[in-house]
């Protein structure tokens, strides 16, 4: 049982020393171009709305999904402050075999003024094809 341990961890840390010392032929590796991908991944929001209002307390929730024809391969989901250009919040994606990903991020929006914000999400498939959707939203006092 100690061997078949020790064998597990040998193996998990020559993989983690494979995928931080590679650097760009690291990434070449783990990301496989498909070039007869030519088809963008499709990116659906479910919630919040565009122009959707908030009152100061309430949470921000961003759910959807992004599918694609073969298989996604990464992307992003961003919340920004448009007067103050932060973000508040974000979330990072990666997949080598998932047709479709869901995604839910939430953020619970206090101001003093009434602020806009910005979100933002990009998905990108192994084709290189890269889509994006964003929306408006804002949060009165």
């Known amino acids: 049982m100690k061997k078949c341990f020790y064998i597990i961890i040998v193996f998990c840390i020559g993989l983690t020393a494979c995928t931080k010392t590679g650097?760009?032929?690291?990434?070449?590796?783990?990301h496989q171009v498909d070039p007869g991908d030519d088809i963008l991944p499709v990116i659906t929001i479910t919630r919040p709305i565009d122009n959707q209002v908030y009152v100061s307390g309430d949470s921000i929730?961003?759910?959807?999904?992004?599918?694609?024809?073969?298989?996604?391969?990464?992307g992003k989901v961003?919340?920004?402050?448009?007067?103050?250009?932060?973000?508040v919040a974000e979330q990072y994606f990666e997949t080598h075999f998932l047709q479709t990903l869901n995604f839910r991020v939430a953020y619970k929006a206090t101001v003093t003024a009434p602020t806009d914000f910005t979100m933002s999400t990009e998905f990108e498939d192994h084709g290189l094809n890269i889509s994006t959707k964003t929306l408006k939203i804002k949060v009165n006092p």
């Open 23 to 30: 650097g760009a032929a690291a990434d070449e590796d783990i």
């Open 61 to 74: 929730i961003v759910e959807g999904n992004a599918t694609d024809n073969k298989s996604m391969y990464k």
């Open 78 to 87: 961003l919340l920004t402050n448009d007067v103050s250009g932060n973000k």
